[in-house]
């Protein structure tokens, strides 16, 4: 029988646990508040995978990948991707990053959910005849600087520490333009080389478009693949372009204490702001619903936090990603714009979105249409894997890889569970990467970082059906969804992204990338092959690894 000794520390457990559940729901309900917008229908993958974020595609985070440089290994790479679905053929206004908005990637060092070093993007227009002109372009460009290149960009770079100190890298660097076409832009490349800006101290930087890294087949929602994994092998991405953003980096720039060698393993998450944002009971774009509001009908969140200096601060985390698929997947539908406006180190304390991953749904469905037994639950693995980062101490899967506890330096009673892209520095790249990643025995891969070529989708499928934990591919869905790589090739050197595309969507094959309808003045050209299918529901992008990713936030209070 348990003593009273026991009961009493179970119910003081139990106690803190309601509270703590307590304030996270406060916590992503103020955020929800934060955003303006009560929740609305929504489309899932990280493209477009919240309502406020469909609406908003400058602002929509698409993807982030951090790996070690495979030709410079001292250094790590970043990417994050914005503008889903861009088609090539988007003119006259084809595809710019916001001018009202900051571009951010954020590292945590010491495991504690807030960043330690924020790089900050911030782009500025520049039109030279708005007047008498509506082209992109009104000639062939050469360079960036050609003045056949109506509209152009710019952007300003800054660093800011975990203090809040801040300081500019870059002033007025040029970003690539968008690929209006061949006969606009014969040497496109050459154009993109121009705006890969090296940085003080070591390292480069690039902004600019590219073709979309992000493969898979969309047609899950038909019964997961047709029922039978016939409907498989289509990329659903092929043919569209992002924005992209990288920076590569000496390890040293982002290690705890400045030192990679002791502490090897950082997380890493891209978001948005946007400013001006504001948070008021029935306004325009604002429906407050009784759990996103007061008794009075009024929002949570006053109008604007006021900054250190006390005057009113009016950039609005607008769209957040880490791990691939989670917002779309795991984050109830009615709390997906309050996700992507909260903090990691909020993430543990929101019962809504931690209930979701314990016990995911995917399994569950593929039992039922495969018969594919769901793996027993609790699901402490997938947290470890998503939320707290894998190490022995951390949960099932006996093995130290990237969770910041192994950081020698760092204090333990600190990190916290929080969703982020975890990467071990130290793990060399793989000579021969494996699409599977640490799954297939390449520790270099997802969900040790992220790189171009990893198939998140396959992974996180496998993951769900508890292949981490048996340390086997479970063989019934081993084929995953017949994507296997981008649609084109990443690069070898920074900033690694494909040169994108510029061929209409839907003329587009993968033999002929550059086939079909050219962009913008380029013309018509012919291509053979099987034409690619365009996207018809962006929607839905909850892809099957997504539901990987359903797993990923539950936990109880420790991870990432």
């Not at 995978?49 to 908003?56: F, W």
Request: glycine share 10%; with cysteine.
């Amino acid at each position: 029988m348990p003593s009273s000794r026991i009961l009493r520390r179970r119910s003081a457990s139990r106690r803190a646990e309601r509270t703590l559940a307590a304030s996270g729901v406060l916590a992503l309900l103020t955020a929800a508040a934060v955003t303006g917008l009560a929740p609305t229908s929504s489309s899932a993958s990280s493209h477009r995978e919240a309502p406020m974020t469909a609406g908003d595609p400058k602002a929509d985070n698409t993807d982030v990948y951090a790996f070690t440089s495979p030709d410079k290994p001292d250094t790590v790479t970043l990417v994050a991707n914005w503008i889903p679905f861009e088609e090539p053929n988007g003119g006259p206004n084809f595809y710019p990053f916001a001018n009202d908005a900051r571009y951010q990637m954020k590292i945590d060092a010491d495991g504690n959910g807030k960043p330690d070093t924020t790089y900050t993007w911030k782009f500025t227009d520049h039109v030279r005849d708005s007047a008498d002109q509506f082209l992109y372009n009104t000639g062939v460009v050469k360079t960036l600087a050609d003045t056949t290149l109506n509209f152009r960009q710019t952007y300003d770079l800054t660093v800011t520490d975990s203090g809040g100190n801040t300081r500019t890298l870059l002033s007025g660097a040029p970003a690539a333009p968008s690929n209006v076409g061949k006969a606009s832009m014969p040497d496109y490349a050459s154009l993109r080389k121009e705006a890969v800006v090296p940085l003080p101290g070591g390292g480069q930087t690039f902004a600019g478009q590219a073709s979309d890294p992000f493969f898979l087949d969309l047609r899950i929602f038909d019964l997961l693949y047709g029922g039978n994994l016939k409907e498989t092998g289509h990329n659903t991405l092929a043919g569209y372009n992002v924005n992209s953003i990288a920076i590569q980096v000496p390890k040293s720039m982002l290690a705890l204490k400045g030192d990679a060698t002791r502490n090897p393993v950082v997380g890493v998450w891209s978001t948005t702001d946007r400013q001006g944002a504001n948070v008021t009971a029935g306004g325009k774009g604002s429906e407050a619903t009784s759990e996103q509001s007061g008794d009075d009908g009024k929002a949570l969140t006053p109008r604007g936090a006021l900054g250190r200096d006390g005057s009113r601060d009016d950039w609005r985390q607008v769209s957040r990603l880490g791990n691939p698929l989670v917002n779309e997947v795991v984050v109830p539908l009615k709390y997906k714009d309050a996700f992507n406006a909260l903090s990691p180190e909020k993430d543990a304390t929101v019962t809504p979105v931690v209930d979701k991953v314990k016990d995911p749904i995917v399994p569950k469905l593929i039992q039922n249409i495969y018969g594919v037994p769901a793996p027993a639950t609790p699901r402490n693995d997938l947290v470890e894997i998503f939320l707290t980062g894998i190490c022995k101490a951390c949960g099932p899967i006996k093995a130290d890889l990237n969770s910041q506890r192994l950081n020698a330096d760092v204090d333990k009673a600190a990190v916290v569970p929080a969703e982020m892209l975890r990467l071990n520095m130290s793990v060399p790249p793989a000579a021969k990467p494996n699409r599977l990643g640490v799954l297939g025995n390449d520790l270099a891969g997802f969900p040790n970082g992220r790189r171009l070529n990893d198939d998140v989708v396959d992974i996180e499928l496998q993951a769900l059906e508890g292949a981490a934990q048996t340390g086997k591919i479970v063989p019934a869905l081993a084929a995953g969804d017949a994507v296997d790589t981008p649609y084109r090739e990443p690069g070898s050197t920074f900033p690694y992204v494909a040169l994108p595309n510029t061929a209409a969507v839907n003329q587009a094959d993968s033999l002929h990338p550059d086939g079909g309808v050219g962009a913008g003045l380029g013309g018509l050209t012919t291509t053979g092959g099987f034409p690619v299918v365009p996207v018809t529901a962006i929607g839905g992008g909850a892809l099957l690894a997504s539901a990987g990713v359903l797993a990923l936030r539950r936990r109880r209070t420790g991870q990432e």
